[in-house]
């Protein structure tokens, strides 16, 4: 199996290709010690994702929320949920990922399969994620059915792409069907409200290092500040602050490893008024202090 390189856009997007139009869905394996910082940075894709353990024992963060996995489990990441990825052992984390576009699933925009079985799931704020850890009597389903999944899909024997889809949809009728308390049927994903989604995020890459408030963020989409909040938590799982803030943390890594300025220097850089604000937000998100980030970054390129 493959191991799949990352990057993000600078709206922490992922740009890596995953599928085709044809067949929206990518298998592929993730080594937490092949990417540059040692774990998988803050980001968030289109597709939803089902990440399996394989080893190492591994601590994913989506949308605020500390998930642990250790080998055999199996995360579900919901479609445009920020989340992140450390490793919590000796062992270096590796994990097979499943990505998934919902239309692979529900065909085309607004379809009864969409509107009723899709869409809700995409629109909860309530499921960011989900932990398959063998908790749960249908969990052990779930389980062998992804694994099918791999290994149908690296077979890619004759209507492989079939064979996928059957095992895609029985897996999310068993979500669903276990889950479903967390839907309201009633709520879908609204296109013209992720398009404005996006406006805000590239608003705020352009003036992350300002000093904004809340009614920037609300102007640019043209709603209420509350109304905003809402957006954000509907669509990215967390608050406008803590998107800008994370965006701040990842652009500051930039500049303790491409820079010798200080680390006041970099927090004003890059939008924080206190520099011990910026290296308590650092630590928290990135599970050490700028300054070590510093050290072993460096150390890294010189070995």
């Known amino acids: 199996m493959k191991f799949a390189f ?9 740009t890596t290709h995953h599928g085709d139009t044809d067949l929206p869905v990518a298998v592929y394996l993730q080594q937490l010690d092949k990417n540059k910082e040692g774990f998988l940075i803050l980001h968030w894709h289109e597709e939803v994702q089902f990440v399996l353990c394989q080893q190492g024992d591994i601590l994913y963060t989506v949308s605020e929320q500390a998930y642990y996995l250790s080998p055999g489990d199996i995360l579900f990441i919901n479609s445009r949920c920020l989340h992140m990825a450390k490793p919590i052992s000796a062992t270096s984390g590796s994990y097979i990922c499943i990505d998934i576009h919902p239309r692979f699933l529900s065909g085309y925009s607004n379809s009864l399969i969409d509107r009723i079985y899709v869409a809700p799931v995409l629109a909860s704020k309530d499921f ?6 063998g908790s749960a009597p249908w969990h052990d389903q779930v389980k062998q059915l992804l694994k099918q999944l791999v ?5 890619k024997n004759y209507a492989y792409e079939l064979q996928i889809l059957g095992l895609f949809i029985q897996v ?9 308390g967390r839907f309201d049927s009633t709520i879908s994903v609204n296109p013209a409200e992720q398009a404005r989604m996006d406006r805000v995020l590239t608003f705020i890459q352009e003036h992350y290092m300002e000093d904004l408030t809340l009614k920037d963020f609300a102007r640019e989409l043209a709603v209420s500040e509350s109304e905003c909040c809402r957006i954000f938590r509907r669509n990215l799982g967390i608050s406008p602050f803590t998107y800008l803030n ?16 200080s680390m006041t220097e ?3 850089q890059v939008g924080f008024n206190s520099g011990s604000y910026y290296s ?21 390129t010189r070995t």
């Open 172 to 180: 999310w009728t068993i979500l669903l069907e276990n889950e479903k």
């Open 246 to 261: 994370n965006l701040r943390i990842v652009k500051s890594t930039t500049l303790l490893t491409k820079t010798d300025m």
């Open 151 to 155: 290994t149908t899909f690296e077979s």
């Open 6 to 14: 990352f990057d993000v856009d600078s709206c922490l997007r992922e």
């Open 266 to 268: 970099i927090s004003h």
């Open 128 to 133: 960011s994620a989900l932990l398959i850890d």
């Open 280 to 300: 308590s937000r650092f630590k928290k998100t990135m599970n050490c202090s700028p300054l070590d980030y510093r050290k072993r970054h460096i150390k890294k």
